[in-house]
């Protein structure tokens, strides 16, 4: 079973960065969209939540967001993780 760890760890390998270490629980660290947001030069605010910046980097690959990416908590799902690692696949293809 793929946990959000492993996508996390992924869309590190993808960009070609050290996978960030995973926050308590299996809440996925801030710094992995942060890492996304630098690699691939997407200009996306980092002071927004983590769900607004996983948004914006979905959406700039041109795949739209959908309600079940984003966890209460302010938190992103894991099906969240993965349209961003789809999105992360589209810009380094």
Same mark, same amino acid.
């Given at each position: 079973?793929?946990?959000?760890?492993?996508?996390?760890?992924?869309?590190?390998?993808?960009?070609?960065?050290?996978?960030p270490?995973?926050?308590? &629980?299996?809440?996925?660290?801030?710094?992995?969209?942060?890492?996304?947001?630098?690699?691939?030069?997407?200009g996306?605010? &980092?002071?927004?939540?983590?769900?607004?910046? !996983?948004?914006?980097?979905?959406?700039? !690959?041109?795949?739209?967001?959908? !309600?079940?990416?984003?966890?209460? &908590?302010?938190?992103?799902?894991?099906? &969240?993780?993965? !349209?961003?690692?789809?999105?992360?696949?589209?810009?380094?293809?």
């Amino acid at each position: 079973m793929t946990t959000k760890a492993d996508i996390v760890w992924d869309i590190a390998v993808k960009l070609g960065v050290e996978a960030p270490k995973m926050s308590t &629980g299996s809440t996925e660290p801030r710094e992995i969209f942060d890492l996304v947001n630098e690699a691939l030069g997407l200009g996306i605010d &980092g002071s927004l939540t983590k769900p607004d910046m !996983a948004r914006k980097i979905v959406e700039a !690959a041109g795949t739209p967001w959908n !309600a079940h990416y984003e966890s209460s &908590g302010g938190t992103v799902t894991k099906v &969240g993780l993965l !349209a961003v690692l789809e999105a992360v696949e589209h810009f380094v293809a």
